[in-house]
Protein backbone atom coordinates (compact mmCIF):
# COMPACT_ATOMS: atom_id res chain seq x y z
CA UNK A 1 0.00 0.00 0.00
CA UNK A 2 1.33 3.22 -0.87
CA UNK A 3 -0.32 6.86 0.03
CA UNK A 4 0.76 9.58 -2.58
CA UNK A 5 -0.23 13.17 -0.66
CA UNK A 6 0.46 16.25 -2.52
CA UNK A 7 -1.19 20.43 -2.91
CA UNK A 8 1.14 21.48 -0.21
CA UNK A 9 2.79 25.28 -0.18
CA UNK A 10 3.54 28.50 0.95
CA UNK A 11 0.31 30.74 1.10
CA UNK A 12 -0.57 33.94 2.80
CA UNK A 13 -2.52 33.79 6.05
CA UNK A 14 -6.02 33.76 4.98
CA UNK A 15 -5.56 31.68 1.50
CA UNK A 16 -6.94 28.32 0.59
CA UNK A 17 -4.92 25.23 -0.43
CA UNK A 18 -6.15 21.83 -1.36
CA UNK A 19 -4.81 18.49 -0.56
CA UNK A 20 -4.99 15.47 -2.05
CA UNK A 21 -3.86 11.88 -1.47
CA UNK A 22 -4.54 8.53 -3.60
CA UNK A 23 -3.95 5.29 -2.09
CA UNK A 24 -2.38 2.20 -4.02
CA UNK A 25 -1.64 -1.27 -3.97
CA UNK A 26 -5.05 -1.90 -2.40
CA UNK A 27 -7.33 -4.50 -4.39
CA UNK A 28 -10.56 -3.78 -2.13
CA UNK A 29 -12.09 -0.60 -0.31
CA UNK A 30 -10.49 0.66 2.70
CA UNK A 31 -13.01 1.70 5.61
CA UNK A 32 -11.65 5.62 6.43
CA UNK A 33 -8.64 7.77 5.33
CA UNK A 34 -7.25 10.39 7.16
CA UNK A 35 -4.89 13.53 7.50
CA UNK A 36 -3.19 14.24 10.15
CA UNK A 37 -0.41 16.92 10.76
CA UNK A 38 2.86 17.41 12.54
CA UNK A 39 4.23 21.17 13.20
CA UNK A 40 8.01 21.89 14.14
CA UNK A 41 8.27 20.48 17.81
CA UNK A 42 4.36 19.49 18.46
CA UNK A 43 3.37 16.13 18.20
CA UNK A 44 1.21 14.89 14.92
CA UNK A 45 -2.55 15.50 15.12
CA UNK A 46 -5.22 14.15 13.82
CA UNK A 47 -6.64 16.76 11.72
CA UNK A 48 -10.00 14.95 9.49
CA UNK A 49 -11.10 11.95 8.88
CA UNK A 50 -13.46 10.75 5.89
CA UNK A 51 -15.28 7.46 6.24
CA UNK A 52 -16.31 5.05 3.71
CA UNK A 53 -20.09 5.57 4.16
CA UNK A 54 -19.33 9.40 3.42
CA UNK A 55 -19.39 10.27 7.66
CA UNK A 56 -16.59 13.18 8.07
CA UNK A 57 -14.70 14.31 11.43
CA UNK A 58 -12.84 17.24 12.40
CA UNK A 59 -10.47 18.52 14.69
CA UNK A 60 -12.08 21.30 16.60
CA UNK A 61 -9.07 23.46 15.17
CA UNK A 62 -10.33 23.04 11.96
CA UNK A 63 -13.99 22.79 12.21
CA UNK A 64 -15.95 25.11 9.81
CA UNK A 65 -12.74 26.05 7.79
CA UNK A 66 -11.18 22.25 6.25
CA UNK A 67 -13.33 20.10 4.54
CA UNK A 68 -12.39 16.71 3.74
CA UNK A 69 -13.92 14.32 0.89
CA UNK A 70 -12.82 11.50 -0.30
CA UNK A 71 -13.69 8.75 -3.84
CA UNK A 72 -14.37 5.60 -3.15
CA UNK A 73 -14.10 4.04 -6.24
CA UNK A 74 -10.48 5.76 -6.15
CA UNK A 75 -9.00 5.43 -2.90
CA UNK A 76 -8.15 9.44 -2.77
CA UNK A 77 -9.45 11.94 -0.28
CA UNK A 78 -8.92 15.58 -0.11
CA UNK A 79 -8.63 18.40 2.15
CA UNK A 80 -9.27 22.13 1.02
CA UNK A 81 -8.50 24.02 3.85
CA UNK A 82 -9.85 27.91 3.97
CA UNK A 83 -8.87 30.78 5.90
CA UNK A 84 -5.37 29.48 6.50
CA UNK A 85 -3.63 30.64 10.04
CA UNK A 86 -0.04 30.99 10.47
CA UNK A 87 -0.93 28.06 13.25
CA UNK A 88 -1.60 25.69 10.07
CA UNK A 89 1.75 25.49 9.22
CA UNK A 90 3.01 21.96 9.49
CA UNK A 91 3.28 18.72 7.68
CA UNK A 92 0.56 16.78 6.60
CA UNK A 93 0.43 13.52 6.04
CA UNK A 94 -2.60 11.15 4.75
CA UNK A 95 -3.20 8.11 6.46
CA UNK A 96 -5.16 5.23 6.59
CA UNK A 97 -5.81 1.73 7.74
CA UNK A 98 -5.73 -1.28 5.30
CA UNK A 99 -6.39 -4.81 7.24
CA UNK A 100 -5.62 -3.41 10.44
CA UNK A 101 -2.34 -2.14 9.57
CA UNK A 102 -1.73 1.63 9.11
CA UNK A 103 0.28 3.23 6.57
CA UNK A 104 1.26 6.30 5.52
CA UNK A 105 2.54 8.81 3.25
CA UNK A 106 5.52 10.77 2.73
CA UNK A 107 3.40 13.97 3.88
CA UNK A 108 3.24 17.59 2.07
CA UNK A 109 4.35 20.66 3.99
CA UNK A 110 2.38 23.33 4.12
CA UNK A 111 3.36 27.37 5.04
CA UNK A 112 1.18 29.94 6.06
CA UNK A 113 2.96 33.23 6.33
CA UNK A 114 1.42 35.91 8.37
Known amino acids: VQLQASGGGLVQSGASLRLSCVAS????????MSWYRQAPQKQRELVAT???????TYADSVKGRFTISGDNAKNTIDLLMNGLQPEDTATYYC?????????WGKGTLVTVSS
Open 95 to 103: QTYYYGIAF
Open 25 to 32: GVNSGISS
Open 50 to 56: YIRNGVT
